[in-house]
Every structure is written in C-alpha cells, then in structure tokens.
C-alpha cells in the first residue's frame, strides 16, 4: 500500500486499498487501520483544506472497525533477542 505524506497536525500520512476498502492512517499517537472505508472517504480525506479535522469528524468519530498497527512509545523489538 502507498502512503501519502499528509501536511497535517497530528497525523503524518495515509495509505488506502480500494481492494480490501482498508484505510491506513499513521498519526504522531500511532499507525492505525481501519475496515471497510469506501473510496470517497479516503478521497475527501485526501483533498481536504484541514485533513486532520476531517479525520477526526469522519473517520476517527465514526463507527469504523480499527486497530492499532504500531505504536511510537513502545521501542522496536530487537530482530537479536530471544525473548521479544
């Protein structure tokens, strides 16, 4: 999936795949994913003057399936230890 650099507060980037209708959304709080989204809520997020208002309002707000991807406040596991 392609990420789009977003030039908003709090949110960094957004990836969609109109196959599987899975929004992705990395913010400064985590990456997060999110089901069933249509098209056009990934277009109007993507052409919006405040992006990161219209995630909060008609993304984030609504009663989309989402999950966390990853999380910046926990460290990356090292690919060397055996007990991760």
């Known amino acids: ?3 789009k650099r977003l030039n908003a507060t709090g ?6 795949d109109e ?7 990395e913010t ?3 990456t997060f ?10 277009r109007r997020l ?10 909060r309002e008609s993304i984030e707000e609504e009663e989309y399936a989402r999950r966390r991807v990853s999380d910046p406040s926990r460290p990356k ?8």
Request: no cysteine.
């Open 46 to 55: 993507m052409a919006s003057p405040s992006p990161a208002s219209y995630y």
């Open 11 to 16: 949110l960094r980037s957004a990836g969609y």
């Open 77 to 84: 596991a090292d690919p060397n230890s055996l007990f991760d």
């Open 1 to 3: 999936m392609e990420m």
């Open 28 to 30: 400064t709080a985590g």
């Open 19 to 25: 196959r599987t209708r899975k929004l992705v959304v």
């Open 33 to 42: 994913e999110y089901a069933n989204v249509s098209p056009e809520v990934y």
